[in-house]
């Protein structure tokens, strides 16, 4: 498989191909990203929320207590 990220200069793009596509039937997908910015964005690690931990059984909401003056 090959996945590369291009920036077209002209309305035609070439891309080369090993030798064993040759003769092989290809998908070919083509569509804008958004921002460049999107690029740099799958390099950065997604926040986790693992540092706590809260036991929440039995707990019961109570919209009138939270909305208290």
Same mark, same amino acid.
């Given at each position: 498989? #090959? *996945?590369? #990220? %291009? +920036? =077209? $200069? $002209? &309305?035609?793009?070439? #891309?080369?191909?090993?030798?064993?596509? %040759?003769? +092989?039937?290809?998908? %070919?997908? =083509? /569509?804008?990203?958004? @921002?460049?910015?999107?690029?740099?964005?799958? @390099? +950065? $690690?997604? =926040?986790? /929320?693992?540092? #706590?931990?809260? @036991?929440?059984?039995?707990? +019961? /909401? &109570?919209? !009138?207590? =939270? &909305? !208290? *003056?």
């Amino acid at each position: 498989m #090959i *996945r590369t #990220i %291009v +920036k =077209a $200069k $002209k &309305n035609y793009l070439t #891309i080369p191909l090993p030798n064993e596509y %040759v003769g +092989k039937q290809l998908e %070919v997908i =083509a /569509f804008m990203l958004e @921002d460049e910015s999107d690029i740099s964005i799958k @390099d +950065k $690690k997604q =926040a986790t /929320f693992e540092a #706590i931990s809260i @036991d929440t059984k039995g707990f +019961k /909401f &109570n919209r !009138e207590e =939270a &909305n !208290e *003056r």
